[in-house]
């Protein structure tokens, strides 16, 4: 089994309510967005998967959230845009281009983050 990861900085900023008055406020981040994919074979070029694709993908993804306020965006108007639900919004939306091949996708800093890991992975 291989694994491939490939990371996208996300700036942004969000408000978060019930994690105090700190984070009720509009505060900013770049966060990290990490998509693991496995495989159990190679392709013919030796490779589990085409590493400048993946980061496409993952980057036009991310792109129209670069700089905007989360909270005010429709992806995430149902739920509170933490690291946790950027998380499983990503691998839902990867999901449809790389089925069956995603494991799990982390958000965060190298100190903090969360990862969300697909079922079956």
């Known amino acids: 089994m291989f694994e491939t990861q490939v990371r996208v900085p996300l700036s942004f900023s969000h408000r978060l309510e019930g ?6 406020k509009v505060h ?5 967005v990490a998509v693991t994919l496995a495989t159990a074979a190679l392709d013919q070029r ?3 998967v085409d590493f400048v ?19 005010d965006c429709e992806a995430f108007s149902n739920m509170q845009p933490t690291a946790e639900h ?8 990867l999901v449809k281009t790389y089925p069956g091949l995603i494991r799990a996708v982390t ?7 969360a990862r969300f890991i697909l079922e079956g992975s």
């Open 53 to 71: 694709g993946l980061k496409k993908d993952l980057a036009e993804l991310l792109e129209p959230y670069q700089g905007k306020l989360l909270n």
């Open 86 to 93: 950027i998380a499983i919004w990503v691998a839902e939306n």
């Open 46 to 48: 030796g490779a589990s």
């Open 28 to 32: 900013e981040h770049t966060w990290d």
């Open 19 to 24: 994690f105090g008055s700190e984070s009720q």
């Open 107 to 113: 958000v965060g800093t190298g100190e903090e983050w």
